[in-house]
T-cell receptor, first 116, second 116 residues
Framework: AQKITQTQPGMFVQEKEAVTLDCTYDTSDPSYGLFWYKQPSSGEMIFLIYQGSYDQQNATEGRYSLNFQKARKSANLVISASQLGDSAMYFCAMREGPTGRRALTFGSGTRLQVQP | NAGVMQNPRHLVRRRGQEARLRCSPMKGHSHVYWYRQLPEEGLKFMVYLQKENIIDESGMPKERFSAEFPKEGPSILRIQQVVRGDSAAYFC??????????????FGAGSRLTVL
């Protein structure tokens, strides 16, 4: 079974609008972490936001927020007030287990295009 | 405070040659991860190393691929007798090992291998 599922291969959003990128995950481990990364056309991987499985509140970082619904096993990324520079691939990832001894598993990504 | 340094950024090899990719982690990071990304796909985990130890190599092909992270110097991903299917971007990432902690992976810019 897929550990991380991103069902939207591509998304379009108008500049200044908000957009939600979907991510569902599958784990039986009670302790895990969820991450979102951005990959612009230049190719580098940029960390955006992190949510721990025991965190009581949804994570926020500037215009990024993570809509964490534990019972549904979803960790959607919300980008508010989209900008042209937000056009990129977005990857959801998960680390299972409480310590740093596990690697991240990545989803297949969503390509976001922000239109003027 | 330099980030994760990967070199070379671009490497061209003919079938049957060897490719060596190097990665210097961020200062203070003791864990190194290698991922492979095929065009238009997500990142696939290959191997996870600490200094002088391979922690998890479950994602690495059993033949032709090897990785090391010596006590001194960078981590090396080595691909022997390259084939066209090895053409991909190879990303290195590093993280600290704080328990508990998010242990966010910081990625290098990637090494793009082209096999002719």
């Amino acid at each position: 079974a897929q550990k991380i599922t991103q069902t939207q291969p591509g998304m379009f959003v108008q500049e200044k609008e908000a957009v939600t990128l979907d991510c569902t995950y599958d784990t039986s481990d009670p302790s895990y972490g969820l991450f979102w990364y951005k990959q612009p056309s230049s190719g580098e991987m940029i960390f955006l936001i992190y949510q721990g499985s025991y965190d009581q509140q949804n994570a926020t970082e500037g215009r990024y927020s993570l809509n964490f619904q534990k019972a549904r096993k979803s960790a959607n990324l919300v980008i508010s007030a989209s900008q042209l520079g937000d056009s990129a691939m977005y990857f959801c990832a998960m680390r299972e287990g409480p310590t740093g001894r596990r690697a991240l598993t990545f989803g297949s990504g969503t390509r976001l295009q922000v239109q003027p | 405070n330099a980030g994760v340094m990967q070199n070379p950024r671009h490497l061209v090899r003919r079938r049957g040659q060897e490719a060596r990719l190097r990665c210097s982690p961020m200062k203070g990071h003791s864990h190194v991860y290698w991922y492979r990304q095929l065009p238009e796909e997500g990142l696939k985990f290959m191997v996870y190393l600490q200094k002088e130890n391979i922690i998890d190599e479950s994602g690495m092909p059993k033949e032709r691929f090897s990785a090391e992270f010596p006590k001194e110097g960078p981590s090396i991903l080595r691909i022997q007798q390259v084939v066209r299917g090895d053409s991909a971007a190879y990303f290195c990432a590093s993280s600290p090992n704080r328990v508990p902690g998010a242990n966010v992976l910081t990625f290098g810019a990637g090494s793009r291998l082209t096999v002719l």
